[in-house]
């Protein structure tokens, strides 16, 4: 580390920052920058035991030997002090549960790593609804911070296809990597127009300036609202790509929510299944939610398989699997009730 090198914070919770910020790290030297303190969420309880659990972000900075600084409040004016008499020129910005103010913004550049492509899914939860959305193509945006969500310029998009069957769970991972060369390639380019600028108490901000950006299309925005445990059901009238779109969308957390013949189990992955044939059970006609003849469960169109549902306190095994344990037969259905607005269930 050079004396010379220029200050950066990192903002961070979640694990999906953690890949994008390693990179950083191991490339601090090439980039001519240095870490100069960690910002995340403070430690809070989980699990049965109510145990203290730091963040994603927290354990890794501390595995480094990186300055962390855990707040509930990072637009405090000790925290902004604190980070201001550093010198810190640059925040980067990924997963961090709190919006930032204008007085923590002032006199700083500010990126951040988006989950979606923009200004499609602007919120909380924009990779599960992009599943549950059915998009066809993901992926990630690296945007200027301002004082209104996800709305800033965006200077880089990478886009990629969802899997056959992929949850939000491995999407999420999968676009935390995908996101972090851009990230970085973002950061070297503000980089390179820092040190060319002269000197002034708007240095950083002009060198993110000098980059550009586009801006959004605000007749495209959609938004991606946080989930919830009310979120945890699915319509088996919908077309098997909508029910599988949201089954996947919603795995691992909150997954949904069903049952058979009493039986409750939770649905974490689907798959469409390319069969226009309905084969029904003893020749009737096959309802919506029964599982077929041939095992797969029937939509409102087509047919969906179930290649993962979990049984309270047992680990995830085919829908198969699971009927064959309890001896249950095709011709059963599957019900997923919705939570009504007034706390109780609606089919």
């Known amino acids: 580390m050079k004396s010379g090198d220029i200050a950066i914070a990192l903002f961070g919770s979640g694990e999906f920052a953690v890949a994008p910020f390693e990179?950083?790290?191991?490339?601090?030297?090439?980039?001519?920058?240095?870490?100069?303190?960690?910002?995340?969420?403070?430690?809070?309880?989980?699990?049965?035991?109510?145990?203290?659990?730091?963040?994603?972000?927290?354990?890794?900075?501390?595995?480094?030997?990186?300055?962390?600084?855990?707040?509930?409040?990072?637009?405090?004016?000790?925290?902004?002090?604190?980070?201001?008499?550093?010198?810190?020129?640059?925040?980067?910005?990924?997963a961090f549960g709190q919006r930032m103010s204008p007085e923590l913004l002032d006199g700083v550049a500010a990126f951040n790593l988006h989950g979606s492509i923009l200004p499609a899914w602007r919120g909380a939860a924009p990779i599960q609804r992009s599943l549950m959305g059915g998009d066809a193509k993901v992926g990630v945006s690296v945007i200027g911070v301002c004082d209104k969500m996800d709305a800033g310029l965006v200077f880089a998009i990478a886009e990629t296809s969802p899997k056959t069957a992929e949850t939000a769970g491995e999407l999420h991972d999968r676009l935390s990597l995908l996101g972090s060369e851009p990230l970085f390639e973002t950061v070297a380019k503000w980089v390179n127009a820092f040190q060319r600028s002269a000197a002034s108490p708007s240095r950083a901000i002009d060198a993110q300036a000098f980059l550009g950006g586009a801006i959004q299309d605000e007749s495209l925005v959609t938004r991606a609202k946080k989930l919830s445990r009310?979120?945890?059901?699915?319509?088996?009238?919908?077309?098997?790509?909508?029910?599988?779109?949201?089954?996947?969308?919603?795995?691992?957390?909150?997954?949904v929510d069903a049952s058979i013949n009493g039986n409750p189990l939770r649905l974490l992955r689907a798959r469409v299944v390319e069969s226009p044939v309905d084969v029904a059970v003893d020749g009737a006609q096959t309802l919506v939610g029964e599982i077929r003849a041939d095992g797969f469960v029937a939509c409102g169109s087509g047919a969906i398989e179930l290649l993962e549902v979990q049984a309270p306190g047992s680990r995830a095994i085919t829908l198969f699997a699971f009927m064959n344990g309890r001896r249950m037969s095709a011709g059963a259905r599957i019900e997923s009730k919705r939570e009504d607005s007034v706390g109780g269930k609606a089919s």
């Open 23 to 94: 990179l950083l790290r191991q490339r601090s030297a090439q980039l001519g920058v240095r870490i100069d303190c960690v910002v995340s969420q403070p430690d809070r309880k989980a699990g049965r035991g109510q145990e203290s659990q730091a963040t994603p972000v927290s354990v890794w900075a501390l595995s480094h030997g990186l300055v962390l600084l855990r707040t509930a409040d990072a637009n405090a004016a000790e925290v902004r002090q604190s980070i201001r008499e550093s010198g810190v020129q640059l925040f980067v910005v990924i």
């Open 230 to 255: 009310a979120d945890a059901w699915v319509d088996f009238s919908c077309s098997a790509y909508e029910v599988s779109a949201r089954i996947n969308g919603l795995s691992p957390w909150p997954g």
